[in-house]
Structure formats: C-alpha cells, structure tokens
C-alpha cells in the first residue's frame, strides 16, 4: 500500500495508534479558539459535556450558555449572538441539531448570514447502544443543501481540531460533523487540511475509494486487505462536503475509471451523492455508493452496528471486489 | 426624529396605515391586518421610544428592533421609511422583482433590518441572543421585539422565554400584538393562547397589559420596562386587526390579503377622515 507521502500519516497498521473520538478534537479546538478569540461563545442544549465543550466551559465560564434541552433555541439565539457580533460555536447531537433546528439554521442562520459555527456530534452508525433515533445518518444531506453553508466532516481527532480552526477562520455558518466513538489518531499536525481540498491519502490505480469521517480509517485498511490481493485502491478523504474537489475527484475518476464511495451515513444526499453530482457534470463515471442502504440503525456496539452494515474493513473491501468484478464480466 | 405629543404619534401612525394600503395595492399580494393593528406601537417605537440613526444604520449604541412575525414588514418598512431609512416611494417596490422590499424582512436585501423572518417563533429567541450580546459587552442599548399572538403557539416561542428569564434579560422587551386573529380563523379557536400575560409571568416575565392603541399607555408600558429590573418585559398589547378600516377590522379573512385598489381607496378615505378627528381633537 502507498501512502501518499505528502499527507504525512502515521502507519495505519501499526497497532500503537492513540485513539480519540472527533467530538473531542471539536472541543479541545473550541476552547482553544476561545483563548485566541474573545468574540467566541458556545452554547449546548444540556449536552455540553457529551459535545466536550466542558473544555471551554472551565476557561471561560462567562462565555458558555446552556439553553436547556431547546434546540430550536439553540440555533436562533446563536444567530442573535452573532447580529451583535459575536461567533457563537453551538455543540448538540447532530440528531437535534441539525436535526430538529433545520429550519431555524435555515432562516435565522443561513439566510440570515450569521457567523454561526455548528458541532453535531454522535453522528452515523458508530453512535452504538442508543440505537437507530441517536444514530444520526441524514446531517449531511440536511447540511449540504443549504446555501452558505460550509460542511466538514473530519476523520480523526487531530483532524477534527483543525476543521473546527478551519470554520472558525471561514467567515459564514459552518457545520462540523462529529463522532461518539474513539477513532485512531493516524493523521499528524503535518497533515494538510484545506477546506474544499480532497486528501489522497493512498495512491493506486485500479479503483478510488472516496470516505470522509469515521469510514476513512476502515477504507485505508480495506485498501490494505485488497493490496494482498493484488487490487491497487487509491483511498481519499472527502473531508469538505459543501464544497466537492472537483478537481480530484475527476482525477481520481479518469485514473481509476470506478469510484466508490464509503459514509456513515445514508447513500442519499451525503458523500455520495455530491461526488455524483460533481461527477456527472464534471467527469462521468461509474460510481458506486456505499453507506446506510436508506434504512435506519439499530443498537449494538458500534463497531458491530458498523460490521452489520458493511461499513468495517471487510465490508469496505468486499464491496470494492465486488465492484471490480461486475465489471471484469462486462470488460 | 422623536415626536413628543401624543398627537403627533397619532398622526404618525396614521401616515403608516396610509403608507401600508398604498404599499399593497401594487403588491396584490402581503399582509394587512396585522399591519394596520401595529401602527401605534411602532409610531411609539420609531418616533418616542428608540435611539437609532438612519444615516448610520448600524451605529453600534442604537437600539435593535426584531420583528419576529415577518408578514408584518409593511408596518415596518412604512416606520423605517418615515423615520428616514428609505424615500417612501421606495416602498411601492413591495414583493416585487429586484426590491429591497421583500415580502418578509431579510438581513441580505435589507441590512437595514436587523433580522431576517417570516417563519414563526424565531424573533424572540433571536432578540435573546442580540439582548446576551449586550448584557456581556456591558452596553445600554435595549433590544425591542414585536411578536403575534399567533405565534405563541410555536413551541420556540417558550424556549426563549424560560431563556430570557434565565439570563435576566432587563434590556429585552417584547411586544405581543393580541389581536385574536390568525389564517385559519380566530386564536381562540384555532388554538386558545388564554391569559398570555399570566403565562409570561409564570416564565418568571414581568407583563403589563395595555390597549395597543393608546398612544399614552404604549408609551408609559416601554417606561415601566425601561425602569424594571432583573427579568425582561413582555407587554401584551390588545389590538384590532385591520384597526382603522371598518371592512378590515376584526376580520380573519384580512389577515393575510391584500386591498385592490377600489378598497384601498375606501380605506384611504376613511384615514383621512380619522386624520382629521385626529388633527381637531383637543391635545
């Protein structure tokens, strides 16, 4: 496997590797960007420890704002915040929020042109044990089709402190999209991370596959089992949704000719289908999506939940071969 | 401008019921009843109450309006428009392609205004934000935010107020315009709202109920909360729907139609007529 040298990673198969969730990168960032910052205040809906704003909370108390379990409230009180001039970072489970305050994100943030900063954490199926109604699957889609809006999704915990330094600096509303579970710690400080830029993280030739947050780990360790086999899976990190790398993306379609994209998250309206609508216009190609097959979770650890549903190492890889092979018949 | 006699803040409000019939006439479309039952209070805000500079619209120590239900942007626009935000002129572009004026208020046509709205039960979260901001930057400026009766029916609408209670909002006031109607018929029908004063105080609100119409017990309402600390101030102001056209008053099917102009010239009419009984009543 060819890790692409210029992102810097650590093995990905070294059994050292530290692990974190996103949500704690998104915290840790917060309240860093609230020493940087004295504009910056975060509000929560009674989830400010299961969002990690406990961080900010202990250095600036004066500058946290619980609003009780009102997530409506959330987002338009945040809007008011930042009328006045403030950046207001509002932290939820992204099943209420986004999920229950779209419409209040969509007038009073978005249309309303507020420098409002939103992390949803305990996203995807890696929310486990809570089952189907925690396991938030539609963000992104609910995200992405609203102007103005910037819409990140890191896949590890260093990377989650600098999407969140990337939405502070990127004047305008901003999504953050964060996990529960503790996700290896492969990307370094030298990693880049530019908003609206694919990473290629490892090189090949016969197939792409395209993941962003949690499911980024597991494809560079399906390119790793289908290596053996003598499949050369380039693996790339979409971590920007609202802004697909058209570039890339149409360079990753004519080097591989398929694509195949990988989310914790339904196959409709998230990764998937903004590498489609890029493709399509840009660069057509086969694309295959993988992710939540329009169904809802269940409980479970996640890691399981995420076996059940293909979205672990061998689901990953089996789907590539699969992939492949439909289309070794018709060559 | 401030106006200092409660005649001349009657007038005022009759120039804005004019201004908002001429306004939706050539819309063919918008909000009427709404509008012309908020005339008074918003006479008392833009011509006695608030501090603001039209020439500088975001002077940072002027005083914040949040209008929270949208489809009265007529009442406001006609307001900001005598208070010497835009010619009056300007307002005839109501609704239509290119205007400034949208049909509900909006932060990026307008940057005048100080919120975008139209979906319900968002202002007074949003005014709570705006009314936090102050509070922590120390500032004295106040945040004034006209809600609908109708909208108390938005579960947001008590999010915010347990929230403004909680961060002793005292630079926070909200007008609720109690005027029974909404589109499908009569508040209390549709689904009762009850003693709303008793209910924002239950909230942990100080509430003062008053005629929406006298210009006197307005004025003295934004007094009191001025001089109430500790907890933010909602006045329930009864006012009639489609006040000062008799065809319009009280009238459900008004809230959300706009006059052709054989009505609009009835309308108009009959202000001039109240205009008059305005100018020759005794001070």
């Known amino acids: 496997m060819r890790l692409n040298p210029k992102m810097h990673l650590l093995d990905p198969l070294s059994p050292d590797l530290k692990k974190a969730a996103t949500r704690e990168g998104f915290g840790a960032a917060v309240a860093e960007i609230g020493d940087k910052d004295p504009n910056v205040v975060a509000l929560s809906s009674d989830v400010a420890g299961s969002v990690q704003l406990h961080h900010f909370i202990k250095k600036h108390p004066g500058r946290f704002f619980n609003v009780g379990v009102a997530e409506q409230n959330l987002a338009s009180v945040a809007a008011g915040l930042a009328y006045a001039g403030k950046t207001p970072f509002i932290g939820a489970f992204a099943a209420f929020s986004p999920g229950r305050n779209w419409e209040q994100i969509r007038t009073t943030i978005c249309y309303g042109e507020a420098n409002v900063k939103i992390g949803g954490s305990h996203t995807g199926l890696d929310v486990g044990e809570d089952g189907a109604t925690h396991q938030m699957l539609e963000d992104i889609a609910l995200m992405r089709s ?31 999209r964060c996990t529960r579970g503790k996700l290896p710690i492969f990307t370094t400080e030298e990693t880049p991370f530019e908003v609206g830029k694919i990473n ?42 609202s802004h697909p790398d058209e570039q890339m993306l149409a360079k990753l379609a004519q080097r591989c000719g398929t694509i195949v994209t990988v989310e914790d998250h339904q196959v409709k309206g998230g990764l998937g289908g903004a590498v489609c609508e890029t493709l399509a216009e840009a660069s ?39 992939e492949l092979g439909a289309w070794k018949k018709e060559g | 401008m401030k106006l200092s ?82 010619p009056i002129e300007e307002t005839l572009t109501l609704r239509k392609l290119g205007s400034r004026f949208q049909g509900h208020p909006s932060r990026h046509w307008m940057p005048e205004v100080e919120n975008s709205s139209g979906p319900l039960g968002e202002g007074l979260a949003i005014a709570c934000g705006i009314a936090l901001a102050g509070k922590m930057d120390g500032k004295r400026w106040r945040v004034y935010c006209v809600t609908s009766d109708g909208e108390h029916q938005e579960g947001s609408t008590w999010e915010a107020a347990m929230f403004a209670a909680k961060y002793k909002l005292d630079n926070l006031v909200a007008i609720c315009d109690r005027n029974y109607i909404q589109i499908d018929g009569n508040t209390e029908d549709i689904m ?56 319009f008053e009280r009238k459900y099917e008004w809230h959300g139609v706009a006059p052709n102009k054989e009505q609009a010239q009835k309308a108009l009419a009959q202000l001039s007529e109240e205009r008059k009984r305005i100018e020759e009543a005794k001070e």
């Open chain 1, 146 to 176: 609203l102007p103005g809006m910037l819409v990140l999704s890191p896949c590890d915990y260093l990377e989650a402190k600098k999407a969140t330094e990337a939405a502070w600096k990127t004047k305008g509303p901003a999504y953050i």
């Open chain 1, 200 to 241: 290629l993280l490892v090189e090949g030739e016969d197939i792409a596959i395209v993941a962003t947050g949690d499911t980024v780990f597991p494809s560079i360790l399906a390119a790793a089992e289908l290596e053996k086999e003598g499949i050369s899976a380039a693996v790339a990190n979409m971590h920007t949704l």
């Open chain 1, 284 to 322: 057509p190609a086969r694309v295959r999506r993988h992710g939540m097959l329009m169904k809802f979770g269940e409980s479970g650890p996640g890691a399981e939940v995420m076996r059940k549903y293909g979205l672990d190492p061998k689901g990953i890889a089996n789907l590539v071969r699969q």
């Open chain 2, 5 to 86: 006699s409660q005649k001349e803040l009657s007038l005022m409000a009759n120039t804005i019921r004019q201004d908002i019939i001429r306004m939706l006439v050539p819309a063919a479309s918008g909000h009427t009843a709404g509008p012309l039952g908020l005339a008074d209070i918003f006479s008392v805000l833009y011509f006695h109450e608030m501090s603001y500079d039209p020439k500088n619209p975001h002077w940072p120590d002027r005083d914040r309006l949040v209008l929270s239900n949208g489809h009265c942007a007529p009442v406001l626009y006609a307001s900001m428009a005598r208070a010497g935000y835009f």
């Open chain 2, 192 to 247: 009762p709202l009850g003693d709303l004063a008793e209910k924002y105080r239950a909230f942990g609100w100080h509430a003062i109920s008053i005629d929406g119409h006298d210009i006197g017990a307005i004025i003295s309402a934004f007094e009191q909360a001025r001089g109430t600390k500790g907890k933010p101030t909602m006045i329930i102001a009864y006012t009639t729907p489609g006040k000062g056209v008799a065809e």
